[in-house]
């Protein structure tokens, strides 16, 4: 199986910051990266597909790069609607795998 | 708009049999891949396995073979997921997903269902 990792597990920023989560694979996956948001109690939802590619409707400072083993989810300016927990995701081989998650919180 | 919609939430003693349902609308639902992902309380995301309504075609995660049956009923729009004999490990949150495909079986989970949970306990 592929191993997704995620880094941080957990992070405090303040409303305005620029965010980054890291998600590494175990092997190469090329682009077939994907990142979700979780709320409490809702369905994920998601925001990145194929690495980089903005979902319909996710507001645009949401961003994802990354090919191979390393992927990044950037945050450029965090908003309030914005604390929640993130996961990456992989696609490559028909056994997906998602990060462990990412919780990001107020500071 | 795509939807899907899951059945209520249940409450099943260990050893209990249980079916629960994602009724698909608003797209050709037997075109697209659904797939099923667990949640533990408090855990993170556990893909189970997936299902093409079109061909019934079945892929499961290793660690759920043989543990679930997913299944689906495309003159209904409506996929399964189940348990011939539930244990206390098997509480926890499930959801349904469509899977939008880039290439192959590769994609990504573009549309969700509102989760159902799963409590199994004597």
């Known amino acids: 199986d592929i191993q997704m990792t995620q880094s941080p597990s957990s992070l405090s920023a303040s409303v305005g910051d620029r965010v980054t989560i890291t998600c590494r694979a175990s092997?190469?996956?090329?682009?077939?990266l994907n990142w979700y948001q979780q709320k409490p109690g809702k369905a994920p939802k998601l925001l990145i597909y194929?690495?980089?590619s903005l979902q319909s409707g996710v507001p645009s400072r949401f961003s994802g790069s990354g090919s191979g083993t390393d992927f990044t989810l950037t945050i450029s300016s965090l908003q309030p609607e914005d604390f929640a927990a993130y996961y990456c995701?992989?696609?490559?081989?028909?056994?997906?795998?998602f990060g462990q998650g990412t919780k990001v919180e107020i500071k | 708009e795509v939807q899907l919609v899951q059945s209520g939430a249940e409450v099943k003693k260990p050893g209990e049999s249980l079916k629960i349902s994602c009724k698909g609308s608003?797209?050709?639902?037997?075109?697209?891949?659904i797939g099923w992902v667990r949640q533990m309380p408090g855990k993170g995301l556990e893909w189970m396995g997936i299902?093409?309504?079109?061909?019934?075609?079945?892929k499961y995660s290793p660690s759920f073979q043989g543990q679930v049956t997913i299944s689906a009923d495309k003159s209904i729009s409506t996929a399964y997921l189940q348990w011939s004999s539930l244990k206390a490990s098997d509480t926890a949150m499930y959801y349904c997903?469509?899977?939008?495909?880039?290439?192959?079986?590769?994609?990504?989970?573009?549309?969700w269902g509102q989760g159902t949970l799963v409590t199994v306990s004597s």
């Open positions: 997903a469509r899977l939008k495909i880039i290439t192959m079986v590769r994609g990504y989970f573009d549309s």
């Open positions: 995701q992989q696609s490559y081989s028909t056994l997906w795998t």
């Open positions: 194929a690495a980089s």
């Open positions: 092997q190469s996956i090329s682009s077939y």
């Open positions: 608003g797209y050709s639902f037997t075109s697209y891949w």
């Open positions: 299902i093409y309504p079109g061909d019934s075609d079945t």
